[in-house]
Nanobody, 121 residues
Framework: QVQLVESGGGLVQAGGSLRLSCAAS???????MGWFRQAPGKEREFVAT???????QYADSVKGRFTSSRDNVKNTVYLQMNSLKPEDTAIYYC????????????????WGRGTQVTVSS
């Protein structure tokens, strides 16, 4: 099992940047690590996923603005978010999956509690 704790959320103006971190209690090297977000009244949606080898995939809505990275030594995953928009406002969740490259939340068995990101216009 792995426990995940997100941090780094906050309030930022449109056009600004935030860096989210996700610290894992165990080794993440064999897991696909995903980022998802959920805005009020909306379903949880895929943001990014990464797996060993440096391979990443992104939702079209964040491609070119967000960068997911991972440190398998520190067992930490990061989400660098640039050029933030008000529509990026959501609770951001980190998740771990034994399936690499999945964009589906159902394939992620371990979740953090989330961190709030609010982008003001």
């Amino acid at each position: 099992q792995v426990q995940l704790v997100e941090s780094g959320g906050g309030l930022v103006q449109a056009g600004g940047s935030l860096r989210l971190s996700c610290a894992a209690s165990g080794r993440i090297s064999t897991y696909g690590m995903g980022w998802f977000r959920q805005a009020p009244g909306k379903e949880r949606e895929f943001v990014a996923t990464s797996w060993s080898g440096g391979i990443t995939q992104y939702a079209d809505s964040v491609k070119g603005r967000f960068t997911s990275s991972r440190d398998n030594v520190k067992n930490t995953v990061y989400l660098q978010m640039n050029s933030l928009k008000p529509e990026d406002t959501a609770i951001y969740y980190c998740a771990a999956s034994t399936s690499w490259g999945s964009r589906h939340a159902l394939n992620y068995g371990y979740w953090g509690r989330g961190t709030q990101v609010t982008v003001s216009s």
